[in-house]
């Protein structure tokens, strides 16, 4: 005997099933972009970083030495012209129309995954002055 609350089993139809495979294709799709775009900037971070420490490096030089260093790894110390992720590249150079007595930028290049990845910020600079910038896109968005 059947009491009145009892359930009646029955399957799942084909069209649930697409249903709940589409809505799952949609919020994966979401998840993949967004977490990308933070790995992006993760990578981002490292280059302000080591670009920072650059900076404060030069400093240090330039009381020792009364001029700015023109090597990242033999006069700096660091283990080498790339960022501890090897995600950019990083080239001492003058200021324009200086020289390394007065002025220096430090600038971190793009390369492999990252470069194809962002788009936005390719290169970052920061110079004797603490300024910092960015190529192509806007020293705001590539410094934050």
């Not at 919020?27 to 977490?35: C, E």
């Not at 990308?36 to 981002?44: E, P, Y």
């Not at 490096?57 to 790339?82: H, I, P, R």
């Amino acid at each position: 005997m059947r009491s009145k609350f009892q359930l009646q089993m029955r399957g799942v139809t084909l069209v649930e099933l697409l249903t709940v495979v589409a809505v799952l294709a949609i919020l994966s799709t979401i998840a993949v972009s967004s977490y990308r775009s933070h790995v992006v900037r993760a990578n981002r971070t490292d280059a302000t970083a080591t670009l920072l420490r650059i900076q404060v490096a030069q400093e240090k030089y330039f009381l020792q030495n009364n001029v700015y260093a023109d090597d990242v790894t033999t006069k700096l110390g660091f283990a080498s012209d790339t960022t501890p992720q090897g995600m950019y590249k990083v080239t001492l150079s003058a200021a324009s129309g200086s020289d390394f007595a007065t002025s220096y930028v430090a600038t971190a290049t793009a390369l492999a995954t990252q470069r194809s990845s962002d788009s936005q910020c390719q290169m970052l600079t920061i110079d004797d002055k603490g300024q910092k910038g960015s190529s192509p896109g806007s020293s705001s968005t590539c410094w934050r």
